[in-house]
């Protein structure tokens, strides 16, 4: 196997992924080379996204398959159970495996897919960089690096980590509602954001997360209250499992001449939620003129949108600061917000009116003591 490439890239996940099936159209003059830890494309995760008008729909623009949808959304807690119908808007679920083969699938012939190689050390020279792995040394003249690894001085907020475990479950009685997705059924607990998330699939399968808002989660504690949570379902068989500690902070990636961030590492996840496939397909999108070339890399660099980081900036002093009130505020966003502006803000799409509506349904005490919270 040859070892200079043009461009290498780290990773083989969804950010990686969904850039590359689009930015290398037809046949590129331009040799790739993905580097992967993993031995292959696993079951261990999950997208899900919010679709509808304003927004880009992913399933078509990705030549993606999504395995199910939901048309009716609660949220419940502080004895507060808030349904509604968010038609035209949808809550669809990607499945992990599906979606990161087929994207692979389209770049294959384009590019090489390296799998059990870890990246230990970049090294970036003058001219080129180099890649040491578990698979031997690479060199490239520039570098898309899609590790999760946050700085500290990358970050620019406040930093809260979601943790969560999931288990796809069977029972066997008709327990779910497949139409109805719980995406916060809030638990109490004073000193983090906890709740139950629900995604039925049948009457007699779904995924429930068991998640946690906090500044710095103990998974021990998580998977015993995971387990106890799945008790309340009576007796069932584990299909799956994922778990995840995904970053909630505004992130500011360092840039240099050869090398850009992209995904997680890159401040792709969206702060106030811990989502990222709406972030990546949005900022794919906002290139999509452009064709990928070794001269341009730098010029697809991720600039985040200031005005939802100013929101998201509030909201995360918030949640750190009164992890006890932030079940009341999000009960309260969605109860009070019209669900358009609620999906099309949580998208990074929301028109003047929407935020508007985001600001007019907060809990403005809250939101004034996170906007002049003191350093
Ligand atoms: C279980 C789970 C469920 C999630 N559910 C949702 C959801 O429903 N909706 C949503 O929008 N977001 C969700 N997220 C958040 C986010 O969308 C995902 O984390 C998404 O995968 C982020 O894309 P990424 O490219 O930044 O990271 P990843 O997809 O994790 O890609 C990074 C890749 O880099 C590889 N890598 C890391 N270090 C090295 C190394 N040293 N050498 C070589 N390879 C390396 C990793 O193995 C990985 O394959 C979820 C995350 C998790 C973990």
Redesign the pocket.
């Known amino acids: 196997m040859k070892n200079e490439y043009d461009i290498t890239v780290?990773?083989?996940?969804?950010?990686?992924?969904?850039f590359l099936s689009k930015m290398l159209k037809n046949k590129p003059n331009l040799s790739v080379l993905i580097?992967?830890?993993?031995k292959m494309i696993d079951h261990?995760?999950?997208?899900?996204?919010w679709e509808g008008p304003g927004l880009i729909d992913i399933e078509k623009e990705f030549k993606l398959k999504s395995k199910h949808r939901w048309n009716e959304i609660l949220i419940e807690g502080n004895g507060k159970k808030i349904k509604k119908d968010i038609h035209p808007y949808r809550y669809v679920?990607?499945d992990?495996y599906t979606t990161?083969k087929l994207l692979s699938s389209q770049i294959k012939s384009k590019m090489k897919i390296l799998y059990s190689?870890?990246?230990?050390k970049v090294t970036e020279l003058d001219k080129n960089i180099q890649v040491s792995?578990s698979k031997g040394n690479f060199i490239s003249e520039y570098l898309i690096d899609?590790?999760?690894?946050v700085e500290k001085d990358e970050v620019k907020s406040e930093y809260i980590q979601q943790a969560?475990i999931?288990s796809e479950i069977e029972v066997t009685s008709n327990y779910f509602n497949k139409f109805e997705a719980t995406i916060m059924s809030f638990s109490k607990n004073k000193s983090e954001t906890e709740f139950i998330y629900q995604l039925p699939f049948s009457k007699k399968r779904a995924l429930i997360e068991t998640t946690l808002f906090s500044n710095n989660p103990n998974l021990k504690k998580l998977q015993t209250k995971h387990a106890k949570n799945l008790k309340k379902y009576g007796s069932y068989k584990i299909l799956r499992k994922?778990?995840?500690?995904?970053p909630m902070a505004l992130i500011e990636a360092q840039r240099s001449k050869r090398i850009i961030k992209?995904?997680?590492?890159?401040g792709?996840?969206?702060a106030s939620?811990?989502?990222?496939?709406?972030?990546?397909a949005n900022w794919i999108t906002e290139c999509k003129e452009k064709t990928l070339t070794k001269n341009n890399l730098l010029s697809f660099s991720y600039s985040p949108n200031p005005l939802l980081d100013f929101f998201d900036k509030i909201f995360l002093r918030v949640i750190k600061d009164h992890p006890n009130k932030s079940p009341d505020l999000f009960i309260n966003l969605f109860r009070k917000s019209n669900h358009k502006s609620f999906i099309k803000f949580l998208s990074d799409k929301p028109s003047w009116l929407d935020i508007i509506n985001i600001i007019m349904s907060m809990p403005k005490c809250l939101m004034f003591k996170g906007l002049f919270k003191k350093k």
């Open positions: 780290i990773g083989a996940g969804l950010s990686s992924l969904m580097l992967e830890q993993k261990s995760q999950s997208f899900c996204v679920y990607h992990g990161l190689a870890k990246v230990k792995t899609s590790r999760p690894k969560f999931g994922e778990k995840g500690i995904i992209i995904g997680t590492g890159a792709m996840v969206r939620s811990g989502y990222s496939m709406r972030k990546i």
